[in-house]
């Protein structure tokens, strides 16, 4: 490949997963210069297409690739000897940001095997307060990891619910953390209450998401609210139409496109998403999964990711379970991975060589100049056909 153009060995480079890159980064200067470069990797997180999904059970995290679901690794995670439980908090740009049960948190690629501990947050005082700590709770805290790409540094977002038993009132304490600052500040209070205690916000197009209710009356609508990065506002975002927020419901991403899943009870699943962020007009529902007859009633479905050929859709079944949804023939069936047990939990995590202690300001993601110059002659090169062997 010596012969080629800088250009075209940017261009095929870019294609190839993290984890070969990292081998073919140690065979040359003049490749570990490149792939080491802010723009490569972020040009090769633009043409990234390769996803594992990371298995939680307890105290350890598995590596399972969505296109062998035979295969299953056990990873080295940075928490391994402070504890022995860990969660994942949230999944952005091939990091992962997870955290045990002395609130260690750290942001980690597993395809580079790079991490960044940051600071815990702070203790919130109101968990005591004098007047109130016999009826007031904290009832949850969740947590939201994303990348503002106006300062191009990723930020964690921690939400503290307390509800006064004896008013029936609510109230929040939302704590957010730049990597720019590495410090913890505090926000303004979240006029909503969450629906559940998941500890995971949804990422998508610069926000976090949650679902939840205005009060906490038994009658209270739900509804999808996205905490912006950059401003560091909530906003609510608009439902479908038909859907009204009387049944229960989550959010997840879905093929880059934000997909709300409505909880019909005994007769399904609903799978709906925005086709256009930020649109409530281009909410569209894609499919329906019905409630399987012969096992017990499925509480929760959240989608992670299709197939490699798209003909179905891998689901996490009751925080415990994997199953796929076959769209032609609309049947459940459930994955069995060799040694692993049934309470598992799945987040999605793309392949990249984005490190954790990243931080630029990229308004629009753009190509290194190497590939912008001289296309054509690029794509006269890739248009004959060429074989990469690792």
């Given at each position: 490949?010596?012969?080629?153009?800088?250009?075209?060995?940017?261009?095929?480079?870019?294609?190839?997963?993290?984890?070969?890159?990292?081998?073919?980064?140690?065979?040359?200067?003049?490749?570990?210069?490149?792939?080491?470069?802010?723009?490569?990797?972020?040009?090769?997180?633009?043409?990234?297409?390769?996803?594992?999904?990371?298995?939680?059970?307890?105290?350890?995290?598995?590596?399972?690739?969505?296109?062998?679901?035979?295969?299953?690794?056990?990873?080295?995670?940075?928490?391994?000897?402070?504890?022995?439980?860990?969660?994942?908090?949230?999944?952005?740009?091939?990091?992962?940001?997870?955290?045990?049960?002395?609130?260690?948190?750290?942001?980690?690629?597993?395809?580079?095997?790079?991490?960044?501990?940051?600071?815990?947050?702070?203790?919130?005082?109101?968990?005591?307060?004098?007047n109130t700590?016999?009826?007031?709770?904290?009832?949850?805290?969740?947590?939201?990891?994303?990348?503002?790409?106006?300062?191009?540094?990723?930020?964690?977002?921690?939400?503290?619910?307390?509800?006064?038993?004896?008013?029936?009132?609510?109230?929040?304490?939302?704590?957010?953390?730049?990597?720019?600052?590495?410090?913890?500040?505090?926000?303004?209070?979240?006029?909503?209450?969450?629906?559940?205690?998941?500890?995971?916000?949804?990422?998508?197009?610069?926000?976090?998401?949650?679902?939840?209710?205005?009060?906490?009356?038994?009658?209270?609508?739900d509804l999808?609210?996205?905490?912006?990065?950059?401003?560091?506002?909530?906003?609510?975002?608009?439902?479908?139409?038909?859907?009204?927020?009387?049944?229960?419901?989550?959010?997840?991403?879905?093929?880059?496109?934000?997909?709300?899943?409505?909880?019909?009870?005994?007769?399904?699943?609903?799978?709906?998403?925005?086709?256009?962020?930020?649109?409530?007009?281009?909410?569209?529902?894609?499919?329906?999964?019905?409630?399987?007859?012969?096992?017990?009633?499925?509480?929760?479905?959240?989608?992670?990711?299709?197939?490699?050929?798209?003909?179905?859709?891998?689901?996490?079944?009751?925080?415990?379970?994997?199953?796929w949804y076959?769209?032609?023939?609309?049947?459940?069936?459930?994955?069995?991975?060799?040694?692993?047990?049934?309470?598992?939990?799945?987040?999605?995590?793309?392949?990249?060589?984005?490190?954790?202690?990243?931080?630029?300001?990229?308004?629009?993601?753009?190509?290194?100049?190497?590939?912008?110059?001289?296309?054509?002659?690029?794509?006269?090169?890739?248009?004959?056909?060429?074989?990469?062997?690792?």
């Open positions: 490949m010596a012969e080629l153009p800088s250009e075209v060995i940017t261009e095929i480079l870019s294609r190839v997963p993290a984890k070969p890159l990292l081998r073919i980064r140690a065979t040359c200067k003049w490749w570990r210069s490149l792939i080491d470069s802010t723009d490569f990797v972020f040009f090769h997180l633009t043409k990234s297409r390769h996803s594992i999904v990371i298995l939680r059970q307890h105290s350890r995290l598995y590596e399972l690739d969505l296109n062998s679901m035979d295969r299953v690794k056990e990873l080295d995670h940075p928490l391994m000897c402070y504890s022995n439980s860990i969660k994942v908090l949230g999944s952005c740009n091939g990091l992962l940001c997870i955290c045990n049960i002395a609130d260690d948190i750290a942001f980690w690629n597993p395809s580079i095997r790079k991490h960044r501990i940051i600071p815990s947050e702070p203790l919130i005082r109101k968990e005591t307060k004098e700590a016999i009826t007031t709770l904290l009832a949850a805290r969740v947590y939201g990891f994303g990348y503002d790409s106006f300062s191009g540094e990723f930020k964690l977002v921690s939400i503290s619910y307390f509800v006064d038993l004896r008013n029936r009132s609510f109230d929040s304490h939302v704590k957010i953390y730049t990597m720019r600052t590495d410090v913890w500040k505090t926000l303004t209070s979240m006029p909503y209450a969450l629906c559940c205690a998941r500890t995971m916000g949804v990422y998508l197009s610069g926000a976090l998401h949650w679902v939840v209710t205005r009060d906490l009356e038994p009658e209270s609508l999808i609210v996205a905490f912006d990065l950059r401003f560091e506002v909530f906003r609510e975002v608009k439902l479908p139409g038909s859907v009204d927020g009387k049944l229960d419901m989550d959010v997840a991403v879905l093929r880059g496109m934000l997909c709300m899943v409505e909880n019909r009870a005994s007769e399904g699943f609903d799978v709906w998403v925005m086709r256009e962020y930020g649109l409530g007009e281009s909410w569209c529902k894609v499919f329906t999964v019905e409630q399987p007859r012969d096992v017990k009633l499925i509480k929760l479905l959240k989608p992670l990711g299709y197939s490699k050929n798209g003909d179905k859709v891998l689901f996490e079944q009751d925080s415990k379970k994997l199953c076959n769209l032609a023939s609309k049947d459940l069936s459930w994955v069995r991975i060799s040694g692993m047990p049934n309470n598992i939990e799945g987040t999605v995590c793309i392949g990249s060589l984005v490190p954790p202690s990243l931080q630029r300001r990229i308004v629009e993601r753009k190509k290194p100049k190497s590939v912008d110059e001289n296309n054509k002659k690029r794509d006269d090169f890739l248009s004959k056909g060429f074989k990469l062997t690792l």
